[in-house]
């Protein structure tokens, strides 16, 4: 008795020891703000300790030498930051990336659900589905032991050819702002630090270490860096991620205009900077610049952020406050998201089964129907004979590579393929278009040829009810596209089938815009991109209508290389050492607005994107609304199938001079039934009808009147207008307004 009765002393204490505890150690009292908490916490640190939360490792072995390998790191991880168990202080676990949980060695893979890439999901135009996704991935994360993720890729495509655009979220910086934002906010709901990335303008690959980007500061303000702005805005993120590439003359990672100017100053970001993995090139000059952390340090020359800076503070070439800085950053960042309250925990249990339908989802809404004459799509479950042709349709579908590659359940469904290493392995997730298909007819025939050889594949092809020719584009960090052209061969083949049986549809897996020298001869055009986990299902059921296609373009196709703002790619891969700078004269006319500026005629425009039904468009009106403008209007689905539809506000001075004719200004995604209408109000961000001046950051609208278009893309030429008059008036950073003009 007496032994239980200590016992029931014990428990009954442990109370008052945790409350003691935490009194002892108050930054763990989750009622106190993050700003309090980490200001507290930082006054007990000694400097060795501040200087722990300043660089990281990498979490895998890095060049094969095994000596760098960190024990306590999770395998083949991106990265880790030792804990500092004293104060209650955990370790950081980072992973990449925005399509899933990544590997960095597929040898001993970690098997995880893959959303289709970034494209695809800003292909849907669908808030809440980017949502879901990053919420899905940063459970994954969570459960994988990791509270960091690398994920948040924001880079406009200015380079239809760079190899990392499928991780991104196209040519707009609205609609990129907003939906990697969307995405950010649910990674980060899992208590998970998010990353927003590559900060900026690391617009290609090719000689991404060492290329200077030419842009004019006020064009840069908006655009590229208006789509992290607003990203920024949106969630609060944790973290950013400074690029690779110089950027005006400095490295993006020591450079203060960008980092403590705009970013921290004129935007107020309160989170962490960190490098990306071989981006620090020195101490002082980094530090005080604004970087915060060193990420990966082992890929870097020196640990820039070890003893050197130690040694740069004791001599006061970084200032003591700033090293504060540095490490108070990272700590409030960690008790804003969670990550001291909810420590993480590798092993816990993921519902795969649920995450591949959040993925297939994605990728269904992310499809886009480019062309479908003849009304050759939605195919017939009466027909007799389908013919599918090439892409490996027969095994799975295609990811892009690099340091977002995730691994699948199952494996790569086309092991051997070339290259075997960084930035591959060529992956196939084993998700087969072919085999959902042939779910779908058991009664038809369905023939298979992998395309190798046109002439047979045109001869399978003849007589065919219908024939899908599955065409793909590998391309991955590391490896920009040498051009817009679709490899090995596969223009001859989609001609020579094209020729055989005109009822032809192509299905593309790629990772941005391609030419379609054969678009006249084809009476259909897919555009799945790198459709993820069940990719395979997602495009079997939008082949067959069990989902109506509603993905909508988030990039312009050209029609021709010569139509772009650098015909011919910067730089020589062969030399990634080499020196060059890219002149980013097209300012902040990115993709539609270089088309606009320049009145060239896309083959397929920014915001296209087909349907098995038709929508209509009425009662347009625009109005200020507490200094906004509001634009409401009504969609009608004027077909006989359900569907879904995406309405695209542009707006254009009429009297003011822009960068371009035009900017999308907001979009909805409404889901209608056949005869139904719904009515659509949206709020314009006023940023939107102004410009940056110089390097300063307020935008100025000019008075005067505005042009508001209802849209079904950038180019349509039925669009519906109204116009409206708007105030001379300068807003700051954030759109608010500073002071109105009396003329104008």
């Given at each position: 008795?007496?032994?239980?009765?200590?016992?029931?002393?014990?428990?009954?204490?442990?109370?008052?020891?945790?409350?003691?505890?935490?009194?002892?150690?108050?930054?763990?009292?989750?009622?106190?703000?993050?700003?309090?908490?980490?200001?507290?916490?930082?006054?007990?640190?000694?400097?060795?300790?501040?200087?722990?939360?300043?660089?990281?490792?990498?979490?895998?072995?890095?060049?094969?030498?095994?000596?760098?390998?960190?024990?306590?790191?999770?395998?083949?991880?991106?990265?880790?930051?030792?804990?500092?168990?004293?104060?209650?202080?955990?370790?950081?676990?980072?992973?990449?990336?925005?399509?899933?949980?990544?590997?960095?060695?597929?040898?001993?893979?970690?098997?995880?659900?893959?959303?289709?890439?970034?494209?695809?999901?800003?292909?849907?135009?669908?808030?809440?589905?980017?949502?879901?996704?990053?919420?899905?991935?940063?459970?994954?994360?969570?459960?994988?032991?990791?509270?960091?993720?690398?994920?948040?890729?924001?880079?406009?495509?200015?380079?239809?050819?760079?190899g990392r655009n499928f991780e991104y979220g196209g040519e707009d910086p609205l609609l990129a702002g907003v939906m990697v934002a969307e995405q950010v906010r649910g990674i980060e709901s899992n208590h998970v630090i998010?990353?927003?990335?590559?900060?900026?303008?690391?617009?290609?690959?090719?000689?991404?270490?060492?290329?200077?980007?030419?842009?004019?500061?006020?064009?840069?303000?908006?655009?590229?860096?208006?789509?992290?702005?607003?990203?920024?805005?949106?969630?609060?993120?944790?973290?950013?991620?400074?690029?690779?590439?110089?950027?005006?003359?400095?490295?993006?990672?020591?450079?203060?205009?960008?980092?403590?100017?705009?970013?921290?100053?004129?935007?107020?970001?309160?989170?962490?900077?960190?490098?990306?993995?071989?981006?620090?090139?020195?101490?002082?000059?980094?530090?005080?610049?604004?970087?915060?952390?060193?990420?990966?340090?082992?890929?870097?020359?020196?640990?820039?952020?070890?003893?050197?800076?130690?040694?740069?503070?004791?001599?006061?070439?970084?200032?003591?406050?700033?090293?504060?800085?540095?490490?108070?950053?990272?700590?409030?960042?960690?008790?804003?998201?969670?990550?001291?309250?909810?420590?993480?925990?590798?092993?816990?249990?993921?519902?795969?089964?649920?995450?591949?339908?959040?993925?297939?989802?994605?990728?269904?809404?992310?499809?886009?129907?480019?062309?479908?004459?003849?009304?050759?799509?939605?195919?017939?479950?009466?027909?007799?004979?389908?013919?599918?042709?090439?892409?490996?349709?027969?095994?799975?579908?295609?990811?892009?590579?690099?340091?977002?590659?995730?691994?699948?359940?199952?494996?790569?469904?086309?092991?051997?393929?070339?290259?075997?290493?960084?930035?591959?392995?060529?992956?196939?997730?084993?998700?087969?278009?072919?085999?959902?298909?042939?779910?779908?007819?058991?009664?038809?025939?369905?023939?298979?040829?992998?395309?190798?050889?046109?002439?047979?594949?045109?001869?399978?092809?003849?007589?065919?009810?219908?024939?899908?020719?599955?065409?793909?584009?590998?391309?991955?960090?590391?490896?920009?596209?040498?051009?817009?052209?679709?490899?090995?061969?596969?223009?001859?083949?989609?001609?020579?089938?094209?020729?055989?049986?005109?009822?032809?549809?192509?299905?593309?897996?790629?990772?941005?815009?391609?030419?379609?020298?054969?678009?006249?001869?084809?009476?259909?055009?897919?555009?799945?991109?790198?459709?993820?986990?069940?990719?395979?299902?997602?495009?079997?059921?939008?082949?067959?209508?069990?989902?109506?296609?509603?993905?909508?373009?988030?990039?312009?196709?050209?029609?021709?290389?010569?139509?772009?703002?650098?015909?011919?790619?910067?730089?020589?891969?062969?030399?990634?050492?080499?020196?060059?700078?890219?002149?980013?004269?097209?300012?902040?006319?990115?993709?539609?607005?270089?088309?606009?500026?320049?009145?060239?005629?896309?083959?397929?425009?920014?915001?296209?994107?087909?349907?098995?039904?038709?929508?209509?468009?009425?009662?347009?009106?625009?109005?200020?609304?507490?200094?906004?403008?509001?634009?409401?209007?009504?969609?009608?689905?004027?077909?006989?199938?359900?569907?879904?539809?995406?309405?695209?506000?542009?707006?254009?001075?009429?009297?003011?001079?822009?960068?371009?004719?035009?900017?999308?200004?907001?979009?909805?995604?409404?889901?209608?039934?056949?005869?139904?209408?719904?009515?659509?109000?949206?709020?314009?961000?006023?940023?939107?009808?102004?410009?940056?001046?110089?390097?300063?950051?307020?935008?100025?609208?000019?008075?005067?009147?505005?042009?508001?278009?209802?849209?079904?893309?950038?180019?349509?030429?039925?669009?519906?207008?109204?116009?409206?008059?708007?105030?001379?008036?300068?807003?700051?950073?954030?759109?608010?307004?500073?002071?109105?003009?009396?003329?104008?």
């Amino acid at each position: 008795m007496k032994h239980d009765a200590a016992i029931l002393l014990a428990l009954a204490a442990l109370p008052c020891l945790a409350a003691a505890a935490e009194s002892a150690r108050p930054w763990l009292d989750k009622s106190l703000d993050p700003d309090r908490r980490a200001a507290l916490v930082l006054k007990e640190m000694t400097q060795k300790e501040k200087l722990n939360w300043v660089s990281s490792h990498f979490g895998a072995d890095h060049g094969g030498n095994k000596t760098k390998k960190v024990p306590e790191a999770l395998p083949f991880s991106a990265g880790y930051v030792p804990p500092l168990p004293r104060l209650g202080l955990p370790a950081l676990f980072l992973t990449d990336a925005g399509i899933g949980v990544a590997t960095q060695n597929t040898t001993t893979p970690r098997e995880r659900t893959a959303l289709p890439s970034g494209i695809a999901t800003a292909a849907t135009w669908n808030r809440k589905l980017a949502y879901e996704g990053g919420r899905m991935i940063g459970f994954e994360a969570r459960a994988s032991g990791f509270n960091v993720m690398l994920a948040g890729g924001m880079n406009l495509m200015r380079e239809p050819r760079n190899g990392r655009n499928f991780e991104y979220g196209g040519e707009d910086p609205l609609l990129a702002g907003v939906m990697v934002a969307e995405q950010v906010r649910g990674i980060e709901s899992n208590h998970v630090i998010a990353t927003i990335k590559h900060y900026a303008l690391n617009a290609q690959e090719t000689g991404r270490f060492e290329l200077d980007a030419r842009i004019d500061p006020a064009a840069l303000r908006m655009s590229d860096l208006f789509a992290f702005q607003v990203a920024l805005e949106m969630t609060d993120a944790g973290s950013f991620m400074c690029a690779y590439n110089r950027l005006n003359g400095p490295y993006g990672c020591e450079h203060p205009w960008l980092l403590n100017t705009v970013l921290k100053g004129d935007w107020g970001f309160k989170g962490f900077v960190m490098s990306d993995w071989g981006a620090t090139h020195s101490t002082v000059e980094a530090a005080n610049a604004g970087l915060d952390q060193q990420s990966g340090f082992e890929f870097d020359r020196s640990r820039y952020f070890g003893g050197a800076l130690e040694e740069a503070v004791e001599s006061n070439f970084v200032p003591q406050k700033r090293l504060d800085d540095m490490a108070l950053r990272i700590l409030r960042t960690m008790f804003a998201k969670g990550v001291v309250d909810h420590p993480v925990k590798e092993g816990g249990a993921i519902d795969y089964d649920a995450h591949g339908r959040i993925s297939q989802a994605d990728a269904e809404e992310g499809i886009v129907l480019l062309k479908n004459a003849g009304k050759l799509l939605p195919l017939s479950t009466s027909a007799k004979k389908i013919v599918v042709i090439g892409g490996h349709a027969d095994k799975g579908v295609l990811a892009g590579g690099g340091s977002s590659l995730v691994y699948p359940r199952g494996g790569n469904a086309v092991p051997g393929l070339l290259p075997a290493t960084w930035p591959g392995p060529i992956m196939y997730y084993p998700s087969s278009p072919l085999k959902a298909i042939q779910a779908r007819v058991p009664g038809a025939q369905v023939a298979f040829d992998d395309g190798t050889d046109p002439a047979r594949a045109a001869r399978l092809a003849a007589g065919a009810d219908v024939v899908l020719v599955f065409a793909t584009q590998w391309v991955g960090e590391a490896l920009d596209a040498t051009s817009l052209a679709l490899p090995d061969n596969q223009d001859a083949l989609i001609a020579a089938v094209a020729a055989a049986n005109p009822k032809t549809a192509v299905v593309l897996e790629n990772s941005g815009p391609v030419m379609m020298p054969w678009v006249d001869r084809v009476a259909g055009v897919v555009e799945a991109w790198y459709p993820g986990t069940n990719g395979g299902e997602a495009i079997a059921r939008v082949l067959f209508g069990e989902v109506n296609p509603s993905g909508r373009l988030p990039a312009t196709f050209p029609a021709a290389e010569s139509q772009l703002p650098r015909p011919k790619l910067d730089g020589d891969p062969a030399k990634p050492e080499e020196r060059f700078t890219v002149d980013y004269h097209e300012g902040a006319a990115v993709g539609y607005k270089w088309f606009d500026l320049k009145g060239y005629k896309p083959l397929f425009p920014f915001g296209h994107g087909l349907s098995y039904t038709q929508f209509g468009y009425s009662d347009l009106k625009a109005q200020l609304v507490d200094g906004k403008v509001q634009v409401r209007f009504t969609v009608t689905n004027t077909g006989g199938v359900a569907g879904k539809d995406v309405p695209q506000v542009y707006v254009s001075p009429l009297s003011a001079k822009w960068e371009s004719p035009k900017r999308l200004a907001g979009w909805d995604k409404v889901d209608l039934a056949p005869g139904a209408s719904t009515s659509v109000t949206l709020s314009i961000d006023p940023r939107l009808f102004g410009m940056v001046r110089g390097s300063a950051s307020t935008w100025h609208v000019a008075g005067g009147r505005y042009q508001v278009k209802l849209a079904r893309h950038a180019q349509d030429d039925a669009a519906r207008t109204v116009t409206i008059q708007l105030p001379a008036q300068v807003l700051d950073a954030a759109g608010h307004p500073l002071k109105t003009k009396t003329k104008g």
